[in-house]
């Protein structure tokens, strides 16, 4: 199916993982012939933190307390809503919500009538202290009239725990993008960053809980005793969400763990010019993550040509055969510095390089494309019935 008037809405135009594949998905969408608009609340008005073939809206957002995650997210759905509420902004054939944010929004404007139904991507679902945040987690999810996940272990999830049907879609990556062969950006981005001639283990997704950057830093000080050059860089982290009380206890774990100042660099968010040549000065992917709707940057490792450490439970295992990745435990900080050291052995390592090459060619944007056409198609079969 092709020629669809697509809305594809996200939570923030920030290089998120649900934001990177909400673009991703866009630009395939685009290439199969559909005229497809990526909306994003977006309150410094910057716009996509990278350009996209789609069509982008950054929706007028106002001022937020970043410390109330509910009030936040009620802030944003009414951002959506006040867009939204002009007719001509809602000339579309698909509505898809890939967040809770974008998925309330779309809630209140169907229980208003200003749209038929629409579809919502659960990427994962979070745990959260606020029982206000986890009444809008719910209601973004069961509100939709169709469901897409981006691996088997959250269809069931929503299958057995909330007793709805989904299409797992997966992930992509732009495999042109991503490759091993330096570009000329290397070195400028070695030297900002303060590299040195050690081996250099990368972290995506900030100091955040979820990304188990504490059980990351300990392994690296157990690896570290073992290779006293080695640098450890974590890198994004640009959150909506209130991560400040782990981030304290990241920053007193790393002032006791007596490693030498320039030895884990906190890199922020980094230019997405900047990502390929930053997966390549890389020596090892390190993502053994607590809980994940994929993990996209490991695709982007591997198409890079950098051995990943990551963790042994779904959805990982789902996408990932036994000698894909070097695995590790992530409750265990001994077990993810066992694997970490496993990928600078040669043998293991050329054999985890051929093997990335591998899973990433099989993850093309246009199947993940094609897969949500199918959901369209059922929606639109089913709404004109």
Known sequence: MSGLRIALLAHSTNPRGGVVHTLGLADALVRL?????????????????RPTLAETVSVPASAVDAHDTASMVETRVADYLRYF?????????????????????????????????FVRTVHHI???????VTVLQARAIREADR???????????????WGLDSTV??????TLR???????????????????????????????????ALGILEAFRQVHSLYPGAQL?????????????????????????????????????????????????????????????????VLEAMASGVPVVTSSIAPFTEYLGPDDVAWCDPASPSSIADATALTLSVP????LIAKGHEVAARHDWSRTAEKHLAVYAGLLEFANA
Not at 39 to 49: E, L, M, N, T, V
Not at 186 to 196: F, M, N, V, Y
């Open 85 to 117: 509420e002009h007719a001509d902004n809602r000339r579309f054939d698909i509505f898809h919500a890939q967040d809770g944010i974008s998925g309330n929004a779309l809630a209140s404007l169907k229980a208003r009538g200003l749209i038929p139904n």
């Open 233 to 297: 860089v974590i890198a994004g982290g640009v959150s909506l969400l209130d991560h400040e009380a782990y981030r304290k206890a990241f920053d007193t774990a790393l002032s006791a763990s007596g490693l030498p100042r320039d030895a884990v660099i906190l890199a922020g968010r980094i230019a997405d010019e900047d990502m390929p040549a930053l997966y390549r000065i890389a020596t090892t992917l390190l993502f053994p993550s607590l809980k994940e709707g994929f993990g996209l940057c």
């Open 33 to 49: 012939g559909n005229h497809v608009t990526v909306h994003a609340p977006d309150q410094a008005g910057r716009g996509f933190f």
């Open 169 to 174: 879609v997966g992930n992509g990556v732009d």
């Open 348 to 351: 293991m390592r050329g054999r």
């Open 147 to 161: 469901h897409v996940v981006v691996s088997e272990f959250w269809r069931e999830t929503l299958a057995f725990d």
């Open 178 to 212: 991503y490759v091993p062969d330096y570009d000329g950006r290397e070195d400028a981005l070695r030297a900002k960053l303060g590299l040195r001639g050690g081996p250099v283990f990368l972290s995506i997704g900030g100091v955040e809980e979820r990304k188990n």
């Open 126 to 132: 979070d745990t959260f202290a606020d029982p206000r």
